[in-house]
């Protein structure tokens, strides 16, 4: 069974950092592209970043240069480090990879989310 568990969500005050992780684990050979994905309340879901298999991020316009994305092949995780946290940073974050598996066939999985609230 495949696994994105998500870590690092938590309170923090505006100006603040946060790092996420987002590991997979079960029977794959590893993650391929992953995407971090946000979703406030009364809000749809938007794509905050992804980093793909070779480790060329891309972001939304409003986390660029205050988010980073970077992988750790390894240990078969991603990571957002957020820096610079602004109160509608406020969301529940998400990421969502395309795993390889050992079958041969790649799949993609979500995260089960973790919750950043940034305080003014």
């Known amino acids: 069974q495949v696994q994105l568990v998500e870590s690092g969500g938590g309170l923090v005050q505006a100006g603040g950092s946060l790092r996420l992780s987002c590991a997979a684990s079960g029977s794959i050979v590893g993650i391929n592209a992953m995407g971090w994905y946000r979703q406030a309340p009364g809000k749809q879901r938007e794509l905050v970043g992804s980093i793909t298999s070779g480790g060329s991020p891309n972001y939304a316009d409003s986390v660029k240069s205050r988010f980073t994305i970077s992988r750790d092949d390894a240990k078969n995780t991603v990571y957002l480090q957020m820096n610079s946290l602004k109160p509608e940073d406020t969301a529940v974050y998400y990421c969502?990879?395309?795993?390889?598996?050992?079958?041969?066939?790649?799949?993609?999985?979500w995260g089960q989310g973790t919750q950043v609230t940034v305080s003014p």
């Open positions: 969502r990879g395309t795993i390889s598996l050992r079958d041969g066939t790649y799949r993609d999985y």
